[in-house]
């Protein structure tokens, strides 16, 4: 997974950097370590979308993304809460 290439709007970035405190520029490392994706078919997003749980510098992240021109576009990234994400993280036992 280390030749992911992510993509994501700049201003989006600068929004999630200044509100939560994570830059989605280092998103790329959420998918070098384990992690969790599941298809976000809750609704019609008119594409497909991934939600995933992992780890970016030792802080529990959910993110989601989709695939764009072979790209995973970083729609948008926030801290996982860690009951969530022990929910999630038990599928790898």
């Known amino acids: 997974m280390n030749d992911i290439k992510i993509e994501y709007d700049e201003a989006k970035r600068l929004k999630i950097l200044e ?5 989605i520029a280092l998103s790329v490392e959420v998918f070098t370590d384990d992690f969790i994706q599941l298809e976000d078919d809750r609704k019609d997003y008119g594409e497909v ?9 030792g802080l529990r992240i959910s993110l989601v993304w989709t ?5 995973h576009r970083i729609v948008t990234m926030r801290q996982a809460h860690e009951s ?3 929910t999630r993280f038990k599928t790898l036992d």
Do not use: S, T
């Open 19 to 23: 509100e939560r405190g994570l830059d």
């Open 49 to 57: 979308r991934y939600r995933v749980w992992g780890f970016l510098r």
């Open 67 to 71: 695939p764009r021109n072979g790209k």
């Open 84 to 86: 969530e994400h022990k």
